[in-house]
T-cell receptor, first 111, second 114 residues
Framework: TQLLEQSPQFLSIQEGENLTVYCNSS?????LQWYRQEPGEGPVLLVT?????EVKKLKRLTFQFGDARKDSSLHITAAQPGDTGLYLC???????????FGAGTILRVKS | NAGVTQTPKFQVLKTGQSMTLQCAQD?????MSWYRQDPGMGLRLIHY???????DQGEVPNGYNVSRSTTEDFPLRLLSAAPSQTSVYFC?????????????FGQGTRLTVV
């Protein structure tokens, strides 16, 4: 069974601070995705990383896929209250369409 | 631009009742899935389908049935509701551009079983 562990579970920071969320596994994934979910809504795909060592940037968000394709990180620079939400990583593993999700990181950015 | 539509948004059931959660997508995706989301546990796969007429079990299938008669629709049936099925349910449709899954989720159904 493939598992993804996210840390931290909860993060409360002030506006303007930087933060990093981690997603780790002992299994290799063909790709990893990051989703953001707001209260009362479904998760929305932010990015997919495919190649080991790949770095993708989405405005103030930087996503990295580990060289061995077992882990990923999400770094937010100068967090804003609009970044508040639940961040989920998901792995596209051995069963193709069956995504494996981490438990999520709740981010709260205070103004 | 509907995407994935789930109904109802909220539901309260009594223990032992049955009901069907509806899910429809208009993106012509082959793959559809049902997840449940519980605090601290992320999204857990209940059932999934790789195309019309084909369904399979996910991680937590007990107490749920699905069918896929058309590409667009993928209803989830609770046979005899139990308090342990209190959760938020998400339907997703997905495709695999370049071989990597990208999922699109509905807004969810918040179900309470009393």
């Amino acid at each position: 069974t493939q598992l993804l562990e996210q840390s931290p579970q909860f993060l409360s920071i002030q506006e303007g601070e930087n933060l990093t969320v981690y997603c780790n596994s002992s299994s290799v994934f063909s790709s990893l995705q990051w989703y953001r979910q707001e209260p009362g809504e479904g998760p929305v795909l932010l990015v997919t990383v495919v190649t080991g060592g790949e770095v993708k940037k989405l405005k103030r968000l930087t996503f990295q896929f580990g060289d061995a394709r077992k882990d990923s990180s999400l770094h937010i620079t100068a967090a804003q209250p609009g970044d508040t939400g639940l961040y989920l990583c998901a792995g596209d593993g051995e069963y193709g369409n069956k995504l494996v999700f981490g438990a999520g990181t709740i981010l709260r950015v205070k103004s | 631009n509907a995407g994935v539509t789930q109904t109802p948004k909220f539901q309260v059931l009594k223990t032992g009742q049955s009901m069907t959660l509806q899910c429809a997508q208009d993106m012509n995706h082959e793959y559809m899935s049902w997840y449940r989301q519980d605090p601290g546990m992320g999204l857990r796969l209940i059932h999934y389908s790789v195309g019309a007429g084909i369904t399979d079990q996910g991680e937590v299938p007990n107490g749920y049935n699905v069918s896929r008669s058309t590409t667009e629709d993928f209803p989830l049936r609770l046979l005899s509701a139990a308090p342990s099925q209190t959760s938020v349910y998400f339907c997703a449709s997905s495709y695999r551009p370049g071989g990597n899954t990208e999922a699109f989720f509905g807004q969810g159904t918040r179900l309470t079983v009393v």
